[in-house]
């Protein structure tokens, strides 16, 4: 009983560092992002350097994880949410990559004149990041329903990703001076969309952990 | 042992014992030494019947042979009313009162009766028992007598039936049993009623009292059972009432500090111990996005901020000789939210140290704070380079180093380009001054749009022949006349199809139209310009704010057009706002702003 409520008490341990992290993530993802849309280098530094936190924290999880793993043995549903964490972690540690990708990119960009305003890429921002927050939440709350949804999003995702491709390389070509410019925004816009992937693996994670079921590859479980 | 039964079987064993002590203790007694007084009595009786047989015995002595004896027995037996037998010494019965003659020969040997055996040993012997003769119980008593005559020597025996008491006694011995036992059935029953009797009251107590164990406080007790539970049931009827007075008072404060944290416009989280989240108040579930359950979990789990997490664990991590200094920090929830977080210790004796984090929402706060310093910043800026050119040309004129009248010239128009740059920006912030003090509007009368229009585009019409801009105008073809002052709508107008111009691409169109909506008219400016980036557009109306600093084309601006603009629409009781892209679109902006319609009187 006692070694039991030690168990559970581990686990419960274990999902609050996951949401530090994903905390943490989360945070970097917004800044780098107002980094680039407002153009301020201070916050560009500030995620780059976030980073290693981040990472630490990673293999702290993943430490922990692998204890469980070998001292409990775990079963069943207990075992998929050790796994489904592990799987998570190495997500949020790609999605605060790519945030670290967005600040090194504005902090050329900034440097530079200002290209055109970019709603597409502010909706590209709006949706990963939503993602992101709606796959966190869902991991949270054990909300598969949540998590479909995520999976659902990532086309609008992908598709904002092309439109933006051809966005910039029709502005390449009309504005030769641009093009390092465009290219650095379209590498912005891939990170983005890099990040709606994550975002879809973890949600695809919370519905291993919930249902046991692999929906990977696919949106429906 | 005595103390688990119910009372009514404690009632019973009382009863049961008191009866058993008053009823059978005393007869069982009394009827040892009654028969053994009988028995005494009886024996004492015998002996004297048998002397008195024995002496009649000598003195009617000598008998010719056994059947004079047999007569002489009978008729002593008949007067005395006992049973005298003569037994010879070899034990063979001679005669017998109580037996014919004839059947004497067949009785059998006496000679080992207990009293005959014992009158040969002392003379004298007695004994009690069963006669199977006379089917009674007797009581035999025997004297060796000398013989005489035609009669041996042997004993003398006379037997005498115990009283007739004494077999009453026996009757009643098990009439009495009979007796006990219809009294403990009957104990039985009067126990039951009794207990049932006092069970009843002391039952409604017993409710009374549960009731006020499970929070009918108002209950009180009116009946007990007997006088010793009466001090029982004012004990209970007092503690009922101070109960329900504590209970009323919690309530009663409960009720206050959950009015103060339901009005509260901070955000309140209650932790315990264990760092879970045991209330919140109405304000934080408003801060909360998509507020999941919160009760029981950590506060990382509903508000996703690891410093808060991490202050929250450092707070509880302070013990009672070392308390931690209430907590304070700042977080950024998603879409500029910003919170200053308070923390405290929550000192509870029964569960540990426990927290409360309040939320005091900065966002607004923030935003002024840096509108403010923006203005100054701006103001500051925006006064200086102008005036640094102005300074720099007066300087360079005063030594004298111009060559010819014309540089001077031109070095004067410089100058005043600059101090009429000046003197508009002034004329701008005075303006602002002015529309922010008034809310009102004084002189709002009915004014045609198309000419506020016309004369708008005539005066930033030098600006759309450099760039080639057209105005398009889709307003409709009667007169349209809307409430408001008409220089200033004139303003309005002119602001936005500068900015249109001014942003908008070389060759492109400008488009003003309208549209009827509830509250008046909607005018719409749109240009095919680059467009304002979505976070930018709250702020577009601030006075200074103007986009992307280091754009080129904004030589001349101060970024006080659109507040004005602001201050004006509302001043009018109507909106401004805009949308980029428009709806639809992909690039370009659309200006809208309402008006009232003018009454067509
Ligand atoms: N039609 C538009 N298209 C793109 N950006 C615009 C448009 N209108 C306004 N803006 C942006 O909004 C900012 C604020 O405009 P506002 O009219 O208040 O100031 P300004 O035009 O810079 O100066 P002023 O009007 O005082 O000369 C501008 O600096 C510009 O960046
Ligand atoms: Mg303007």
Known sequence: MEVRKRFSQELDDLKLEVLRMAALTEHALTKALRAFFERDSDLAEEVVASDEEIDLLEVDIDKRCLRLLALEQPMARDLRFIIGCMRICINLERIADQAVNIAERALYLNQRPALPHQPLMERLAATSVDMFKQAVSAFNIGNTQQASKVCQMDDAADELNLKILRHFVDYMVAEVRAVERAVYSIIVSRCLERCGDHATNVAEAVVFIVEGVEIKHHCEP | ??????????????????????????????????????????????????????????????????????VWCKTLGDHLGTRITYVASDGTVIADSQVSFAQVPSMGNHANRPE????????????????????RNLIYAARKSDGGGAIPAGVIRVAVPFLEVKRKLDRLGRNLILTVLLAFG????????????????????????EGIGSGDYGKRIRISPGQEFSPLSHAINKMAKSIEKQIHTITEQKQQLEAVLNGMAEGVMVLDSRGRIRTVNPALARIIPHPPASIGRRPLEVILSSELQQACDQVLAGSDELPVQPYNLE?????????DVNIVQLRDRQEGMGAIVVFHDITQLKRLEKIRQDFVANVSHELRTPLTSIKGYAETLLAGRTESPDSTRDFLQVILKHANQMSKMVDDLLQLARLEARQQLSEAVAVDVATALNSAWKACSSLAEAKEVRLEKLLPEDPLLVRADAEQLEQVFRNLLENAVKYGPSGGTVRVSCNFGPEGVVFQVRDEGPGIPSQAQPRIFERFYRVEKNRANQEGSTGLGLAICRHIIQNHGGEIWVESPPQGEAEGSAFFFTLPLANKE
Do not use: C
């Not at chain 2, 024996?43 to 047999?70: C, E, G, K, T, V």
């Open chain 2, 116 to 135: 005959i055996v014992q009158a040969y040993k002392e003379g004298l012997g007695t004994s009690s028992r069963y006669s199977i003769t006379l089917e």
């Open chain 2, 186 to 209: 009957a104990t039985i029953l009067i126990s039951y009623l009794f207990a049932r009797q006092l069970e009843a009251p002391l039952r409604r107590m017993i409710r009374a009292a």
């Open chain 2, 1 to 70: 042992m005595f103390r688990k039964l119910s009372f009514r079987s404690r009632l019973l064993l009382s009863f049961w014992a008191v009866l058993f002590l008053a009823l059978l203790l005393p007869s069982l007694y009394y009827r040892k030494t009654l028969s053994e007084e009988i028995n005494a009595d009886t024996r004492s009786n015998a002996i004297h019947q048998l002397n008195l047989a024995y002496w009649l015995l000598s003195q009617d002595q000598p008998f010719q042979n056994a059947a004079s004896l047999q």
């Open chain 2, 331 to 339: 977080i950024s929830l998603g879409e500029g939210r910003a919170f």
